[in-house]
């Protein structure tokens, strides 16, 4: 499985821009890059994923580095329920048989 | 559309018994995958299913835990003669076909042993 590397943990103050980096130097040309986030006490959810080019929805930002070697995920302001871990992930076409694997993740403290 | 169901959300067994957890994948999602978080740890893969087959059973205990998906109704996940150790938050997710699409997760079954 292709490795994802994130810090273990970042803070924020709120209603401030948050911008969790992630490396994926070993992706390869068909990997998707995802993101989800848990919440305590809370089952993961889907926050965005991307191919090759930057992507927005209303939960965030996803830019995606040229050679895509990196990506960073944007919290365009923060709350305090933004507070979570926050995985990234990376989903292969090699196959057809794909499984989500958790790394780690970033854990996000947001200061009032 | 019904998000993933999972039910019970809170199991208690005692040592010795089994507990078996559903989970309901959302309309139209013939991908299953089941999840354990032991307390302060991080998400750990168990097992990749569709429609009446395992795929990836990778992260299962080889013994007392089992898994499956059969073509009408919910998944199953079946501990037996459960131990304290099993004490964890069971997550399932679904997706529908290609690495492409997302998994959504449903809320989980937190299993108590006493």
């Known amino acids: 499985d292709a490795k994802t590397t994130q810090p273990n943990s970042m803070e924020s103050n709120e209603e401030e821009p948050v911008h969790l980096p992630c490396n994926h130097s070993t992706i390869s040309g068909t990997d998707y890059i995802h993101w989800y986030r848990q919440l305590p006490s809370q089952g993961p959810e889907y926050v965005i994923h991307?191919?090759?080019s930057n992507v927005n929805n209303r939960m965030a930002s996803l830019a995606i580095a040229e050679d895509r070697k990196s990506s960073t995920l944007i919290l365009h302001r923060a709350t305090l329920r933004d507070a979570a871990v926050y995985y990234c992930i990376l989903r292969g076409r090699k196959t057809s048989y794909d499984k989500v694997i958790f790394g780690p993740g970033t854990s996000l403290s947001v200061i009032p | 559309n019904a998000g993933v169901m999972q039910n019970p959300r809170h199991l208690v067994r005692r040592r010795g018994q089994e507990a078996r957890l559903r989970c309901s994948p959302m309309?139209?999602?013939?991908?299953v995958y089941w999840y354990r978080q032991l307390p302060e740890e991080g998400l750990k893969f168990m097992v990749y299913?569709?429609?009446?087959?395992?795929?990836?059973e990778s992260g299962m205990p080889k013994e007392r835990f089992s898994a499956e998906f059969p073509k009408e109704g919910p998944s199953i996940l079946r501990i037996q003669q459960v131990v304290r150790g099993d004490s964890a938050a069971y997550f399932c997710?679904?997706?529908?076909?290609?690495?492409?699409?997302?998994?959504?997760f449903g809320q989980g079954t937190r299993l108590t042993v006493v």
């Open positions: 991307g191919l090759t």
């Open positions: 309309k139209g999602h013939s991908h």
């Open positions: 997710a679904s997706s529908s076909y290609g690495q492409y699409t997302e998994a959504f």
């Open positions: 299913l569709q429609k009446e087959n395992i795929i990836d």
